[in-house]
């Protein structure tokens, strides 16, 4: 039986999760170990989480009605994807603890609000302006130069919504490929690799934060996380502060990840804040069997308000994804002695989808 205290819950308390994907999914793994039972929320009538929940609603986000069952039935909320609408999560944060809250998704889900918000912490990022119309883009061209990116302000992920603005570049026919939706355009940032910070915030505001990883990516998706990052101490310690500022300044509840471009300047290396995920993260699954504590047990503990957990290393810890037709090489995989096979029970293998992922580990030489 659950036993709220004041520092929060306690086993047997029911935890709901709105999406159904794979980190869903391994968020109810992860609870139930911790004697937490998952309710999943979600459109889809065959969503992964599912089939390891206690009990799952199908559900339209926008059903107010069924919205309010869930509420009744759950004792927290958290979320497995940063486009919940906002209109739902005001709804069920009324009714019920929502973590992380209203405020991270409202900052995360624009890329404009987001650039904003990390450029006023005094943080890097790259240099940006906002983009409503085709002369805007032209404007935001001439100002930032060629290449640059440009992104829609939401709903993009895995490289949707993206247009590299190159030198041949017609921006009329970029404008046309995001649909004229509100953008931003990003200054290109020549970086010598991609990394992130993978960190939790508690409910008394404790902080705790993997090693700094890093992220290689093919056709825009994460298709290798190796740990740890080839980056000074320095470097890494001013990656992990800004994880920490940003936690703070939003208030945040749960794990995070922040992504950073590396760049080597005269003066040595500087991190660049990319994006924010308001949500356990893809390059945080080597955390699984590489760290003392994976992402989705310290996210069930940090909602739950139970004591964050250590992030210690195990070792040099690489984490693939298994994209598309590379699931059906399941088999060897399980046949090799240092690695940790993840599938996520999706049914039909497509190009470019996440069908599981596998971590490798080898001993730390000093």
């Given at each position: ?101 209203a405020r991270a998704l ?164 500087q991190v660049v804040v ?93």
């Open positions: 039986m659950k036993r709220p205290d004041s520092s929060g819950l306690a086993p047997g308390a029911v935890l709901g999760i709105l999406g159904g994907g794979q980190l869903a999914r391994m968020l109810a793994l992860a609870a139930a170990d911790l004697g937490v039972r998952a309710h999943i929320f979600a459109p889809e009538p065959d969503s992964p989480a599912y089939e390891v929940a206690a009990r799952h609603t199908i559900g339209a986000y926008e059903d107010e009605a069924a919205l309010a069952t869930f509420a009744d039935a759950v004792d927290v909320v958290t979320y497995e994807f940063e486009n919940v609408p906002a209109a739902t999560a005001a709804f069920l944060a009324a009714r019920t603890p929502l973590h992380p809250g409202a900052v995360t889900q624009d890329r404009l609000s987001e650039k904003r918000f990390v450029s006023e912490l005094g943080l890097a990022v790259a240099p940006f302006r906002p983009v409503d119309s085709l002369a805007e883009l032209e404007q935001a061209v001439a100002a930032l130069g060629r290449p640059s990116v440009l992104k829609t302000r939401r709903f993009g992920y895995d490289g949707k919504g993206q247009v590299k603005i190159g030198v041949d570049t017609d921006l009329a026919q970029a404008w046309e490929e995001i649909g004229h939706f509100p953008a931003i355009l990003e200054g290109f940032v020549s970086f010598v690799r991609e990394v992130s910070v993978v960190a939790a915030r508690g409910l008394d505001g404790s902080f705790a934060a993997f090693d700094v990883c890093e992220n290689e990516h093919r056709d825009h998706i994460l298709a290798l996380t190796s740990v740890p990052a080839r980056l000074g101490t320095a470097a890494a310690a001013t990656a992990i502060d800004a994880a920490r500022r940003i936690g703070e300044a939003l208030g945040y509840v749960g794990v995070f990840a922040v992504e950073f471009f590396l760049v080597e300047t005269s003066s040595g290396e990319n994006e924010i995920a308001p949500r356990v993260h893809n390059s945080g699954h080597w955390t699984s069997e590489g760290a003392q504590t994976s992402q989705f047990h310290q996210h069930i503990r940090a909602v739950c308000g139970f004591p964050l957990g250590a992030t210690t290393r195990r070792g040099h810890v690489t984490m693939e994804n298994l994209i598309g037709d590379r699931v059906h090489d399941w088999r060897a995989i399980l046949a090799e002695p240092n690695a940790h096979l993840h599938l996520y029970g999706k049914h039909e293998a497509r190009p470019g989808r996440k069908m599981g992922h596998v971590t490798r580990i080898s001993p730390a030489v000093d």
